[in-house]
């Protein structure tokens, strides 16, 4: 079992201020951290960090989000192409710290809906752009893990089974999926029966709350959720998505309007605990 903090908590960007935050989550115990790729014209940021990270001995994910100008279901292959090379900078800022796994939504553009359903269409674009950089991944020697949102966040992919059919038509060893909880717990009839329904798919999950706050302190069915992961044989990164109010943009785009817990490094240590605690039993 291993365990990682996503640093969305804190910082939308990488830098020097990040320094102590690394020492405390490794102090603690993670064995990863998860970064967020957002600004991707300068690589030097991504290179101390992964000079920073390797001298603690923490591993990397990382997650990024695509917006309408680089969305992989849009119509115009201009937008499409744009898509792929985007990723494909992406994919390079987190080969400069060692990232093994980029996660986030990937499929399409996040808060952008056309006012119906999914189409065959943007089936058919999202899945060949979706090729085309899992060929730029495995180049980088990084695994795209495709998020599914709920229904409030996206259109495109918004179901486990959405997801696993989306990523077996793609067909690539470097795009898988991920399963997050606190998605999972808005859209999902059963945590368990989900999570095993595409378990050959999944490489990555997210610990994270139904109000985002504290794993284990709401109304996420955590039994659910880690029987069907410890059922599907799951081995990779049990980490943590959290957020709070300390960055306005963040707050606003993930809809955090109320202070959900305390103290960040509280939340930490909690979520750290839960996970250890459930993955023993």
């Known amino acids: 079992m291993k365990t990682g903090m996503n640093l969305l908590l804190w910082t939308t960007h990488v830098t020097e201020a990040l320094d102590p935050i690394l020492d405390d989550l490794k102090g603690f115990g993670f064995d990863a951290v998860e970064v967020p790729i957002f600004e991707t014209a300068d690589l030097a940021p991504y290179e101390r960090l992964g000079k920073r990270l390797q001298s603690l001995g923490l591993a990397a994910t ?14 115009d292959p201009k937008i499409r192409a744009a898509a792929v090379a985007h990723l494909d900078r992406v994919l390079e800022c987190g080969q400069q710290f060692g990232c093994q796994i980029l996660c986030g939504p990937t499929h399409s553009a996040i808060g952008v809906f056309s006012g119906d359903g999914p ?24 695994k795209i893990a495709i998020e599914y949102l709920n229904r409030f966040e996206n259109y495109f992919l918004t179901t486990a089974a959405q997801t696993s059919r989306f990523v077996k038509a793609v067909n690539h060893p470097s795009c898988k999926m991920m399963y997050d909880s606190f998605h999972a717990h808005i859209e999902e009839k059963d945590q368990k029966a989900a999570i095993l329904s595409c378990a050959s798919e999944t490489i990555h999950v997210h610990v994270s709350e139904n109000d985002r706050g504290v794993p284990g302190t709401g109304q996420v069915d955590w039994d659910g959720y880690f029987a069907g992961l410890k059922s599907s044989g799951f081995e990779g990164f049990y980490t943590i998505e959290a957020f709070g109010r300390a960055l306005p943009a963040l707050a606003a785009a993930t809809r955090v309007w109320r202070d959900l817990f305390p103290d960040p490094m509280a939340l930490c240590k909690e979520g750290l605990g839960f996970i250890k605690a459930r993955t023993r039993v």
Do not use: Y
């Not at 990382?62 to 119509?75: C, D, K, L, R, S």
């Not at 189409?119 to 990084?142: C, M």
């Open 62 to 75: 990382a997650v990024t989000v695509m917006g309408p100008e680089t969305n992989p279901i849009a119509p």
């Open 119 to 142: 189409t065959s269409d943007e089936f058919k674009w999202g899945v060949d752009t979706l090729a085309q950089a899992a060929e730029k991944a495995q180049a980088r020697n990084i």
